[in-house]
């Protein structure tokens, strides 16, 4: 399998654009990205007090994706599993995974515990990741069963019939970001974010401990052979200057509506369990997000390789944005990242077209650019 291509989405506010002509726009995006032969759609899911997700049932938004797609596959990426009841995702799941005919994909996730707070769950970092996995449990068990029987700490089901199976067996193909740990050792594929140099020791750690797991050449439960990718939020024009000075704000507002309206809630409401190092921390345990670069070496690059490798414009990499990147530029210039990012090994590259305060005539030139003078070269 050749290299291919997805789209990663929040779909953010766009200044002076009511919320029905933000849908619409996007939707006809997503018409655009199936007519040029992306793979799949992935949509994350993010609450209130949260601003930088307008679609944050991402089911109501991708079942009316279906019906304007044909080949493009339709991934929440993630459902934060500890918000859902697991008989409700079960059968939307279901649902849309028939009205895609059978174009779901499932990406899942424990979300943040600003959020869970908010939404009235324990937002105990350690019971969230228990809720989380016993959740994944259920919907594994009831999405691939005839009947669902279950006794957990958090649901129990007793012989109950599962009325809606998905089109796809034993369920839609699943996804997990940020970790790529977690995905090969669950048997999913894998989305994550950082530089690439990060990134390809994490291709490295992902294809060993695949074959580790579930054995050398193995495929996915789907049958499929598993993905890896790194998003990338982008910028196209002309030339490298034009690029760089459209994505430059861009991206300080999109690190603004990622981070600050959470962090402001919080300190309004004296929340300060939700503020500094405590607001990201990780249940006890877990595999480190980063591989290990003493394990997994990558070669020693020449001057001129650092610089093919580094990302086109220069804007972000500073630890904000939750570890996104950009890449801005001309055409030429992606195409030389793209080659280095060819060469880490990776099956799968997440494009971002519309963020921060992109707006859509914007976007859709990045996407024309990239479509025509970048695709072509890789897929």
Not at 220 to 233: A, S
Not at 356 to 369: P, T, V, W
Request: with cysteine; hydrophobic share 35%.
């Amino acid at each position: 399998m050749g290299l291919q291509f997805g789209i990663f989405d929040h779909i953010e506010p766009v200044p002076e654009l009511s919320l029905a002509q933000i849908y619409r726009e996007r939707l006809v995006q997503v018409e655009e990205y199936d007519t040029a032969g992306f793979y799949a759609y992935h949509m994350a899911e993010h609450h209130t007090p949260a601003v930088h997700s307008l679609a944050p049932s991402q089911n109501v938004f991708l079942a009316a994706a279906s019906q304007r797609t044909q080949r493009l596959r339709l991934a929440p990426c993630v459902y934060v599993l500890p918000l859902h009841h697991p008989l409700r995702l079960i059968e939307e799941i279901c649902m849309l995974d028939h009205l895609s005919d059978g174009r779901l994909e499932v990406g899942v996730g424990r979300g943040g515990l600003v959020e869970a707070y908010f939404w009235g769950n324990d937002a105990d970092v350690d019971r969230n990741q228990t809720r989380y996995l016993e959740t994944l449990d259920v919907i594994r068990t009831g999405l691939s069963h005839d009947e669902l029987t279950y006794e957990g700490e958090f649901f129990t089901f007793d012989a109950l019939p599962m009325r809606l199976r998905p089109r796809q067996e034993p369920y839609p193909p699943m996804w997990y970001m940020r970790n790529v740990e977690s995905a090969a050792a669950d048997g999913m594929h894998a989305i994550i974010v950082g530089s690439l140099d990060s990134f390809e020791r994490n291709v490295q750690r992902y294809r060993e401990l695949w074959s580790e797991h579930h054995g050398a050449g193995a495929r996915t439960p789907q049958g499929t052979e598993p993905k890896i990718g790194l998003v990338n939020h982008i910028v196209l024009a002309e030339t490298d200057e034009e690029a760089i000075t459209i994505a430059q704000p861009a991206w300080q507002n999109y690190v603004w509506n990622l981070e600050t309206p959470r962090r402001l809630e919080a300190q309004r409401r004296g929340l300060t369990q939700f503020l500094g190092p405590t607001m990201s921390a990780r249940p006890m345990g877990l595999p480190d997000r980063e591989a290990d670069a003493e394990r997994f070496r990558i070669p020693e690059r020449t001057e001129e390789q650092q610089r093919r490798r580094a990302s086109p414009g220069n804007i972000g990499g500073d630890g904000r944005g939750a570890g996104f990147s950009v890449i801005a530029g001309k055409p030429d210039s992606i195409r030389v990242f793209m080659d280095e990012y060819v060469a880490t090994g990776a099956n799968y590259f997440v494009c971002s077209f519309q963020w921060g305060n992109l707006k859509n005539d914007q976007a859709r030139r990045s996407i024309d650019l990239f479509v025509n003078q970048v695709m072509p070269h890789y897929s």
